[in-house]
């Protein structure tokens, strides 16, 4: 059975930094691409990074393009997404993603 745990949300001011973890457990890890994505309230889920099986292509969204980095440690399992210069925006669910499986979500707040 796959599974997706996330952490490392919470609330943070504007300009501030997060890392969000998530570990999966139930897959042979390095042979999926893996994807972050997030829902703000009243919005589509949205498609936020994603990072190829060894990390070689990484893709992000526009919005978050030159501030979020998306990373792997095949070794751990674990896919991680650095948050930097966050803005009000960013507030959202913020959801692992391996082709159907999601995990529960970790809620990232960015306010003053």
């Known amino acids: 059975q796959v599974q997706l745990v996330e952490s490392g949300g919470g609330l943070v001011q504007p300009g501030g930094s997060l890392k969000l973890s998530c570990v999966a457990s139930?897959?042979?890890?390095?042979?999926?691409?893996m994807g972050w994505y997030r829902q703000a309230p009243g919005k589509q889920r949205e498609l936020v990074a994603t990072?190829?099986?060894?990390?070689?292509?990484?893709n992000y969204a526009d919005s978050v393009k030159g501030r979020f980095t998306i990373s792997r440690d095949n070794a751990k399992n674990t896919v991680y997404l650095q948050m930097n210069s966050l803005k009000p925006e960013d507030t959202a669910v913020y959801y692992c993603?391996?082709?159907?499986?999601w995990g529960q979500g970790t809620q990232v707040t960015v306010s003053s």
């Open positions: 139930g897959i042979s890890f390095s042979a999926y691409a």
């Open positions: 993603n391996r082709e159907l499986d």
């Open positions: 990072i190829s099986r060894f990390g070689s292509r990484r």
